[in-house]
């Protein structure tokens, strides 16, 4: 049975940090595309950070380049999210899916239908 477990959110004030993991059972994340989405109250799921440790690589949409670090670890079977200077809009339930490896993963990785295994969620409020 493949599970992802997310964990690490909670409060936290604007220009702070916090570090989300994923965790995976029941399936090899270092071997498939693992991106971290968020969604917050009112509005569409919105991917944030992709990376594929095949192919070396990390994805970042605009809106938390340079703020945030995808990374993964093998021996774990987990995949980070640090994420710094958080800001207001930064609030969301982040979840952690992963999509099976694939070719082009670069171009299509904030596509959420590709992935077919989904966490539950860890809640992320940036609050003064």
């Known amino acids: 049975q493949v599970q992802l477990v997310e964990s690490g959110g909670g409060l936290v004030q604007p220009g702070g940090s916090l570090k989300l993991s994923c965790a995976a059972s029941?399936?090899?994340?270092?071997?498939?595309?693992v991106a971290w989405f968020r969604q917050a109250p009112g509005k569409e799921r919105e991917a944030v950070s992709a990376?594929?440790?095949?192919?070396?690589?990390?994805y970042y949409a605009d809106s938390v380049r340079g703020r945030f670090t995808i990374s993964g670890h093998n021996g774990a079977n987990t995949v980070y999210l640090q994420m710094n200077n958080l800001k207001p809009e930064d609030t969301a339930v982040y979840y952690c899916?992963?999509?099976?490896?694939?070719?082009?993963?670069?171009?299509?990785?904030?596509?959420?239908?590709?992935?077919?295994?989904w966490g539950r969620g860890t809640q992320v409020t940036v609050s003064s």
């Open positions: 990376i594929s440790r095949s192919a070396g690589s990390t």
């Open positions: 029941g399936l090899q994340l270092h071997s498939r595309g």
């Open positions: 899916a992963t999509a099976p490896r694939r070719a082009s993963y670069g171009a299509v990785w904030m596509d959420s239908s590709l992935y077919n295994y």
